[in-house]
């Protein structure tokens, strides 16, 4: 049971540059999740879907894409990288009905370093 | 708009005693409450949850919370602290949407 997986597990990458997080989940979720953690915020949420071909803003969307295509997938594109996108992404899928979809399950997440 | 706030950044505590980890939320409706557990370097564990009825819940890892709906408190507790136990723990409240709102976290720091 793989679960949720997220890659690469880290990144480093340059200024302007366009840097794609994958997760990829074996669930068959229909709800799956982004989000940066940051010392002192917590974890944000970037983005969210709530089936193929469906999703939605977070609380912070600025300089982030997403897409999903397949169930199982969800990557997180940052088009034009910045320094104050240096976070730990985590990715987070989960079920539904009503009442267990808040219950979350995480990736092991992806550190990015925009330097 | 819901909130959570987790009032300590850090607590340390020593093997063998115990944990309390404060956590309160602001929303509206009845919510549903969440604590994780990230270990250093780790993706975050879900340690318990509450939905409805018995406002105790037992958790994994010998974790409890009680849901207070008049101090709109989820503390969370732990008996007796394992230095295993050393981690980061959030608080999480379920808002609409499916969307979970987390609390900044409390690190927790176990001494020998």
């Known amino acids: 049971d793989a679960g949720i997986t997220q890659s690469p597990r880290y990144k480093i990458t340059e200024t302007g540059r366009q840097v794609t997080l994958m997760c990829h989940q074996t669930?068959?979720?229909?709800?799956m999740f982004w989000y940066r953690q940051d010392l002192g915020h917590g974890l944000r949420l970037i983005y969210y879907s709530a089936a193929a071909d469906i999703t939605d803003k977070g609380e912070v969307p600025d300089g982030y894409v997403v897409s999903r295509s397949k169930t199982e997938n969800f990557p997180l594109t940052l088009e034009s990288a910045t320094r104050s996108q240096t976070s730990v992404y985590f990715c987070a899928s989960s079920i539904v009905p009503e009442g267990r979809a808040y219950e979350q399950y995480f990736g092991p997440g992806t550190r990015l370093t925009v330097t | 708009a819901q909130s959570v706030t987790q009032p300590d950044i850090h607590i340390t505590v020593s093997e063998g005693a115990s944990l309390e980890l404060r956590c309160n939320y602001s929303y509206g409706a009845t919510p549903y409450l969440f604590w994780y557990v990230q270990s250093p370097g780790q993706g975050l564990q879900l340690l318990l949850k509450?939905?409805?009825?018995?406002?105790l819940v037992q958790g994994i890892k010998g974790f409890e919370a009680e849901f207070k709906r008049s101090q709109s408190s989820f503390n969370l507790r732990k008996p007796s602290v394992h230095w295993s136990d050393a981690a980061e723990y959030f608080c999480a409240v379920g808002a609409g949407d499916y969307k979970l709102s987390f609390g900044a976290g409390t690190t927790v720091t176990v001494r020998a």
């Open positions: 509450y939905f409805s009825g018995d406002t």
């Open positions: 669930w068959s979720h229909s709800y």
